[in-house]
Nanobody, 126 residues
């Protein structure tokens, strides 16, 4: 079993930056694809970014390309999401995800991925 714990969320003004972290425990996730989803009130959980087990393959949602950067440190069993140029529409609960059956990328639909964190709130004020 894998436990994922997110941190780094908070309140920031539009144009600001935040860095989210997701620490995994219980089992090494160095061979899993990992990534981030987000969910705003009244909406479905949506894909944000995914990174392969080695870090060599990265995918972003169009809405965050050029502003967000995903990375991972397998020695620390941790994945990161650097968020720059934040917009009010980025406001959501951000969830870390991992899937032992996937090495190159997460499924783009939330139901396709097995392990989830509890989420961290990101609020961007205008």
């Amino acid at each position: 079993q894998v436990q994922l714990v997110e941190s780094g969320g908070g309140l920031v003004q539009a144009g600001g930056s935040l860095r989210l972290s997701c620490a995994a425990s219980g089992r090494t996730v160095s061979s899993y694809a990992m990534g981030w989803f987000r969910q705003a009130p009244g909406t479905e959980r949506e894909f944000v970014a995914s990174i392969s087990w080695s870090g060599s393959s990265i995918y972003y949602a169009d809405s965050v390309k050029g502003r967000f950067t995903i990375s991972r440190d397998n020695a620390k069993n941790t994945v990161y999401l650097q968020m720059n140029s934040l917009k009010p529409e980025d406001t959501a609960v951000y969830y870390c995800a991992a899937d032992p059956a996937r090495r190159l990328r997460l499924g783009v639909h939330a139901y396709e991925n097995d392990y989830w964190g509890q989420g961290t709130q990101v609020t961007v004020s205008s």
